[in-house]
């Protein structure tokens, strides 16, 4: 029989485990964010700005049950191995609970299949791939933002009823400017069957020799052009295509062009009269908005960009998914965010089970000059809940989850 003492101490051992054990399970949620930082700064220092106003607010409102949330953040180079090595290196050194992030889309794939790997929450909240939610979709992964498919189908019908003939496009060739304009020659050929392609232009990323470009494109005399480029590459196209007069007299159907990480640094240079998706923070009335924009400012004393929305909707979703699993395993959160809802500064967003996809839309309308930047008008926002591939279709493109 144990003497009194040795009883004590056992009991004092055990006290001491069921102590860290409560210490333990009050310790932050730690969330493991990476992304092309340096690569893509126009897009993501907002994009950071937003993370961090909605980590503030979740955590202001007592965080997840107690726990607070902490972001852990890498940055990739915007290549895929370095992303994948940030990723094992967020989860063995920083035991990180979850994986979000990444805005190229070959970098947002190696992501995806590294979640699939290492049975790993991932909350893809920027790459348009549709890649990481059909062909290569696994049971790990959510995204955030509208896919290529949904914003390349929003522009089709603008498209199809300026009634041109002869398109020429040009987009960076890597997965997204592809995927782009292969559904817009699909999506377009559906719609307006005597449509022809009379030219395409797909210089590497980051690296486009506008002046060959924009002389290719005039040299095959299109009627109208429909754009992918963005970033500097948009700022190349605009200033040279302005330059030769490219433009004059063509309809230009641009994706991502109204953002304004993209439009206002062209300032009076920006781009009159096209057909794009965007981001018209200067003009959204809703509630849900209006309230964004107020926080936002008063934090950064600046106005938000896309990415501004884009990380704080995305924290936000991961703050829903967690409160609705009741913490951070892994099993239980993949089944929270199947059906789960969010608010949005675009309003209610619903991820869906079929192919986990939010419904997040975008903005449409046409670009034009107001005291010297451009700004997009005559817009409307677009519900990509009307943009999305049926359950039946889903579930042919994703034949191997």
Known sequence: MRSFSAALGALFVAGLSLAAGAVHAQGAIKIGEINSYKAQPAFLGPYKKGMELAVAEVNSAGGIQGRKLELVVRDDNGNPGDAVRAADELLAREKVDVLMGSFLSHVGLALTDFAKQKKVFFLAAEPLTDKIVWENGNRYTFRLRASTYMQVAMLVPEAAAVKKKRWAIVYPNYEYGQSAAATFKKLLKAAQPDVEFVAEQAPPLGKVDAGSVVQALADAKPDAIFNVLFAADLARLVREGNTRGLFKGREVVSLLTGEPEYLDPLKGE????????????????????????????????????????????????????????????????????????????????????????????????????????????????????RFQQSADEVRKLRAAD
């Open 270 to 385: 920006a781009p009159v009269g096209w057909i794009v998706t965007g981001y018209p923070w200067y003009a959204i009335q809703t509630a849900e908005h209006q309230a964004f924009l107020k926080a936002y400012k008063e934090r950064f004393n600046d106005h938000p960009r896309l990415g501004s929305v884009v990380g704080y909707t995305a924290i936000q979703s991961l703050a829903a998914g967690l409160r609705k699993a009741g913490g951070s395993d892994t099993e239980k959160l993949i089944a929270a965010f199947k059906g789960l809802e969010v608010t949005s500064p675009f309003g209610p967003i619903r991820y869906r089970t079929e192919d986990h996809q939010s419904t997040m839309g975008t903005f449409v309308g046409r670009t034009r000059l107001q005291n010297g930047t451009g700004v997009m008008s005559d817009f409307r926002y677009l519900d990509g809940a």
